[in-house]
């Protein structure tokens, strides 16, 4: 790789990195579990950088939490957050971006994109609902149906809104990126 693309891809990292650890602490306390931005630069991160560089933008924001700085829902930090009650849906960020990327690059030049990458972004979250359900679960000692209740039902318009979000705003910035 050469010194300005390899410059070119540490810049965007870190950049996003930073994004994500700005907008991700910003919610709204809905109950046990915060609606907040991170999902939705989480996956404008990988829509606009690929799912390569967004998935290490992402890992490197999970381990400044755990490290304890103040960048998770709600300005909170360290490793307490990944083993509480919120804790699935946190570890469920790594793998959450990397499938949401993967997809909307796999599907970038098909004639159904927006829809495509519409259920890409969907799929994705699923797999952040069912870790992160799974794990309230756990913790809080109740039933996949009651932490379902609490953890992904208050949430689900907010975040179709934040991926329609990504839809509209991702193609632009990718756009002005690249030039």
């Known amino acids: 790789m050469k010194a300005s693309a390899l410059t070119r891809t540490v810049a965007e990292i870190g950049v996003m990195t930073a994004l994500i650890c700005i907008l991700a602490p910003i919610s709204i306390p809905v109950g046990l579990v915060p609606v907040s931005l991170g999902t939705l630069i989480m996956f404008l991160t990988v829509y606009v950088i690929g799912w390569k560089k967004g998935s290490l933008a992402v890992l490197f924001y999970l381990l400044l939490g755990m490290a304890g700085l103040p960048v998770l829902a709600g300005f ?104």
């Open 76 to 179: 909170a930090g360290g490793f307490d957050r990944f083993v509480g009650p919120t804790g699935g849906y946190l570890m469920s960020f790594l793998p959450m971006s990397a499938i949401a990327g993967f997809l909307v690059e796999k599907v970038r030049n098909t004639k159904l994109r927006p829809v495509w990458e519409f259920f890409s972004f969907l799929l994705a979250m699923a797999v952040n609902y069912a870790v992160g359900t799974a794990w309230l679960s756990y913790t809080a000692g109740t039933t996949f149906v009651a932490a379902l209740g609490v953890g992904v039902l208050p949430f689900v318009a907010f975040d179709v809104i934040k991926v329609l979000i990504v839809l509209s705003v991702g193609p632009v910035v990718r756009r002005r990126l690249s030039r």
